[in-house]
C-alpha cells in the first residue's frame, strides 16, 4: 500500500472559486487621484448604491476632492482649474446627490476588520497595494478594474463594469491567492530590554538601577518599532506587504553589507546596492527589473534577490514559502541601511537591529477577469511585452531561394574547373 507521507498533494489553481456564503452588503471603492477616473467612479458608486442597494465605504479623502464640491472658491484656483472644474460639473451633481449616502473612513484611523464584504479598486496597481496595506489580517475579494498606465494588477476593464460585477456579486469567478510578506524590524535596544526584564522578572519591584537602565534603554533606541500602518490590525507589530520589502544603502556611498538568515541559519551576505524580498505577484515589479525570474502568484515561494551585487555570481533565488528570512546588517558594514514596504514607510535599519520576513497566512483574494493562468500570461504579454519578437521564417518559404543559390553557385564551380 502506497504511504501517505510519501504522496505530494498538489492543489489545482482552478479550483480556487469565489463563494458568497452570504450575498454581499457592504463594498469599498477605491480610486487613485486623477480626474479622468471620477466619471467612472461616480458612475460605479451610484449604480452600486441605486441599482444593488449596498453600504458603499469611501476613503474621506474622497469627499475633499475639489472637482467634488460645488463650495470651492474660484477666484482663488488657477484659470486651468477653473476650466477642469466646469467641465465636471455634471459629474459633481451626480456624486452630490449620493454624498450623504456614502460612509467614509481615514486610513490609520479607522479599523475596517470585518466591515466591509467586497473591495472594487478603480486605477493601477498602486490602488491593489493600497487595498493590501489598508487590511493587516483578512482582506475582503478585490475587484481591480485598469484606470491607470501599466494594470499589471487590474485585469477588468470598465466598459460593460454592470455586467462583470454582477457576475461576481453572484459568485460566477476565478481568483488568485496573492500571497503576502509577514515583516517586523526587532531593534537592538528591545532584545536588551527584554533581557533586562527577564533578568527582574523573578521581584515585582525593580531594583534601582535596573530601572535606571531601562530608561537608558527607551531613551536611546526610541520605540522597537515606527511604522504607522494600522497597528491596531497588526498581530506582533509586523506589516504586510504585497510586493516587496527593500533593504537598499540610501544616500550612503557605501556598499550595503546586509547578511541574511533563513530558519536561523547563516546563508550568505550581500554587497551591493540591496536586497528585495518579494512575494510571487512582486516577482514583476522591482525584482524583474533586478534580474530576477517572473513566478507565478499561486507559486507558494519568496524571492531574495539582491540589487547590483558586488559579485558576477550572486544569482537571486527562491525558496520556499514556509521560512523565515532574517535580515541584519553586517556588523563590519560601513553604513547603516534603509528599509522600505511595497514602497511605503521608509525607515533606517542599524547596526544590531534585524528584519524578519516570512509568509503570511493572509493573501489577498484578487477576482480574476477570465482565469489564474490566462490572467497572468495576458498582463506580461500587454504589460511587459513578454517574449515579443519577429517570427523566424519556416524553411518552405526559403527553400526556392536556398536551393536555387546552391545550384547558382555549383554551376560558378563547375566553369571554374573547365576554364582552369
Not at 25 to 50: A, C, G, N, R, Y
Not at 383 to 396: A, E, F, P, T
Request: charged share 20%.
Amino acid at each position: 500500500m502506497k504511504n501517505s507521507a510519501m504522496v505530494m498533494q498538489i492543489q489545482d489553481p482552478a479550483s480556487q472559486r469565489l463563494t458568497w456564503y452570504k450575498p454581499p452588503l457592504t463594498v469599498l471603492v477605491i480610486k487613485k487621484k486623477d480626474s479622468q477616473v471620477l466619471l467612472p467612479f461616480v458612475q460605479l458608486v451610484e449604480w452600486l448604491v441605486q441599482e444593488k442597494h449596498m453600504v458603499v465605504w469611501v476613503e474621506s479623502a474622497v469627499l475633499e476632492d475639489k472637482l467634488l464640491r460645488d463650495d470651492v472658491k474660484l477666484e482663488a484656483e488657477s484659470a486651468k482649474f477653473r476650466q477642469v472644474h466646469g467641465d465636471y460639473a455634471g459629474v459633481r451633481a451626480r456624486f452630490l446627490a449620493l454624498r450623504d449616502m456614502l460612509v467614509t473612513f481615514k486610513d490609520g484611523r479607522d479599523d475596517l476588520t470585518d466591515r466591509i464584504d467586497f473591495i472594487v479598486c478603480l486605477g493601477g496597481d498602486g490602488t491593489l497595494l493600497y487595498a493590501s496595506q489598508l487590511f493587516q489580517q483578512s482582506v475582503p475579494p478585490v475587484m481591480a478594474f485598469y484606470l491607470g498606465s501599466l494594470g499589471f494588477l487590474t485585469p477588468f476593464q470598465c466598459d460593460n463594469f454592470q455586467e462583470q460585477v454582477t457576475n461576481v456579486l453572484e459568485g460566477h469567478a476565478a481568483l488568485t491567492l496573492r500571497s503576502r510578506l509577514s515583516c517586523s524590524i526587532h531593534r537592538k535596544g528591545e532584545r536588551r530590554k527584554e533581557s533586562l526584564l527577564a533578568s527582574a522578572s523573578g521581584s515585582n519591584l525593580l531594583k534601582p538601577n535596573l530601572h535606571r537602565q531601562l530608561n537608558h534603554v527607551d531613551l536611546n533606541n526610541g520605540p522597537s518599532w515606527s511604522l504607522k500602518a494600522n497597528n491596531n490590525n497588526t498581530p506582533n507589530n509586523s506589516i504586510l506587504v504585497l510586493n516587496e520589502v527593500v533593504i537598499n544603502r540610501g544616500p550612503s556611498p557605501y556598499l550595503s553589507n546586509i547578511d541574511i538568515f533563513l530558519d536561523g541559519k547563516y546563508i550568505t551576505s550581500v554587497q551591493g546596492d540591496g536586497l528585495i524580498v518579494s512575494t510571487p505577484t512582486g516577482s514583476t515589479a522591482y525584482a524583474a527589473a533586478a534580474g530576477a525570474s517572473m513566478i507565478h502568484p499561486s507559486v507558494p515561494a519568496i524571492l531574495v534577490t539582491p540589487i547590483c551585487p558586488h559579485s558576477l555570481s550572486f544569482r537571486p533565488i527562491v525558496v520556499p514559502a514556509g521560512v523565515e528570512l532574517k535580515i541584519s546588517i553586517s556588523p563590519d558594514s560601513r553604513n547603516t541601511s534603509r528599509v522600505s514596504f511595497d514602497g511605503r514607510n521608509d525607515q533606517e535599519l542599524n547596526h544590531g537591529d534585524s528584519l524578519r520576513v516570512t509568509t503570511s497566512i493572509y493573501p489577498v483574494p484578487s477576482i480574476c477577469s477570465q482565469d489564474q493562468i490566462s490572467d497572468w500570461f495576458d498582463s506580461l504579454a500587454e504589460g511587459l511585452h513578454w517574449n515579443v519578437r519577429k517570427r523566424q521564417k519556416c524553411l518552405d518559404e526559403l527553400s526556392d531561394l536556398t536551393t536555387s543559390g546552391s545550384e547558382d553557385r555549383l554551376d560558378e564551380f563547375d566553369n571554374l574547373k573547365i576554364e582552369a
